[in-house]
């Protein structure tokens, strides 16, 4: 078996477009999952899989003004994905928390899991990163959740430190966020 040239295994990223929402909703759910706690109940991942990351959902995504969707694509196949919020948080106890405004929410960043560790999540973050300092943004913020510490890991590695906590509903379920913020 030959290695796989380096143009193969380079990652791109763009903005996604109409046309992505398919594979796009097919990445978030294999991938959503994987960043659930161990206990997260199955039918309530489902639930919000198909109310929240649908093609359908993926196609208001695309065409809402404050959303950016990115996609993180190796040898033409998209293999994770950004999404960001260009808007003040809607939460108030979350917009008290973040303190480098006006700001960007990286509201999902999911890779498929054979290619975590390749330069994927790190491609993404790096074209968000030039989009919000170019847009004037003075931060990015997120919530992750906190038993998800390779995520955790990643956030801080990324220059993300935690400004504090935040519930987030999956289902049924109720379950903790660390909010984490970097400024620009």
């Known amino acids: 078996m030959s290695m796989p040239s380096v143009e193969e295994s380079a990652v791109s990223v763009a903005r996604a477009g109409i046309w992505d929402t398919e594979t796009l909703a097919d990445v978030a759910a294999t991938t959503f999952p994987l960043a659930c706690p161990p206990g997260a109940n199955r039918d309530d991942i489902a639930a919000f899989i198909a109310r929240t990351l649908s093609a359908e959902r993926f196609g208001e ?57 390749t330069g994927v999540s790190a491609a993404l973050m790096a074209a968000i990163v030039e989009h919000a300092a170019e847009t004037g943004r003075a931060g990015l913020w997120l919530g992750v959740n906190q038993e998800n510490e390779r995520a955790r890991r990643f956030y801080t590695k990324q220059g993300f430190r935690t400004v504090g906590t935040r519930s987030f509903q999956v289902g049924t379920q109720t379950h903790q966020d660390f909010v984490m913020q970097r400024e620009l």
């Open 61 to 117: 995504y695309l065409t809402d003004p404050t959303r950016i969707v990115l996609k993180a694509s190796v040898g033409g196949e998209i293999v994770g994905y950004l999404m960001a919020i260009d808007a003040p948080p809607a939460d108030p106890d979350v917009a008290a928390m973040i303190t480098a405004t006006p700001a960007v929410e990286i509201s999902k960043l999911y890779v498929l899991p054979g290619r975590h560790g």
